[in-house]
């Protein structure tokens, strides 16, 4: 069946570095893709969105790449800080025939300081 | 804040209790959600309303009810559960249906069956 996942359940960094996490997804009429934050004991949090014409799209302080080729998404967090601790999740969804927004099982990531 | 509201935060109940979970979305969104949130597992979509109407029913058990009185207010009523169906419940909102994303997540109730 179809499904995102991604590559690593969980990932450890020095506050200050850059971190990048992955996604992985397989159905390739995906055209849209989401990257939420979801912080202990609250819900997911948008963090930044991509279409499938683009490849690359930035925001504050995170990136989103997408590379439809191999189907792979991943969020890059610069000078990443304590506050970033989370898990990290990838969401898609075949707009162009209102299909479900799909979740991946999360990254675990904690910043140490 | 997100804009998306829901109470209670946590909850234990029996299995023959009958209880109700609230969500309240203050952004003026159309599209309403209940998602199953368990342990190591994808979030689950269980129920779409767009308009007050249910749209999607993603073959969620009898024992969960859900009620969309309007736009703004969402909720899930609950009786006879297992203890499998311990887990978080999240509410989501969207301006429109599944097309118009993204959705707001409130901070979920915490469901403990005893």
Redesign the interface.
């Known amino acids: 069946g179809e499904s995102v996942g991604l590559h690593l359940p969980t990932l450890s960094v020095q506050e200050g570095d850059n971190s990048i996490i992955n996604c992985a997804y397989s159905n390739s009429a995906s055209d849209y893709f989401i990257w939420y934050k979801q912080e202990s004991g609250k819900g997911p949090q948008f963090i930044i969105d991509i279409r499938s014409n683009m490849d690359k799209r930035q925001g504050q302080r995170v990136t989103v790449l997408l590379n439809k080729t191999v189907k792979h998404l991943s969020l890059q967090i610069a000078a990443t800080q304590p506050g970033d601790s989370a898990v990290y999740f990838c969401a898609e969804v075949e707009e162009t025939s209102g299909s479900r927004l799909t979740f991946g099982e999360g990254t675990q990531l904690t910043v140490n300081p | 804040e997100?804009g998306?509201t829901?109470t209670p935060r946590h909850l234990v109940m029996g299995m023959t209790n009958k209880k109700s979970l609230k969500c309240e979305q203050h952004l003026g969104h159309n599209a309403m959600y209940w998602y199953k949130q368990s342990a190591?597992?994808?979030?689950e979509?269980m129920f779409?309303y767009n308009f007050k109407e249910q749209t999607?029913n993603?073959s969620v058990p009898s024992r969960f009810s859900p009620e969309c009185p309007n736009s703004s207010h969402l909720f899930l009523h609950l009786h006879t559960l297992q203890p499998e169906d311990s887990a978080l419940y999240?509410c989501?909102s969207s301006q429109g249906?599944?097309?118009d994303?993204?959705?707001?997540?409130?901070?979920?109730t915490r469901l403990s069956i005893l």
């Open positions: 997100t998306v829901q190591k597992k994808p979030l979509l779409v999607e993603n999240l989501a249906g599944l097309r994303q993204p959705q707001h997540f409130g901070d979920g």
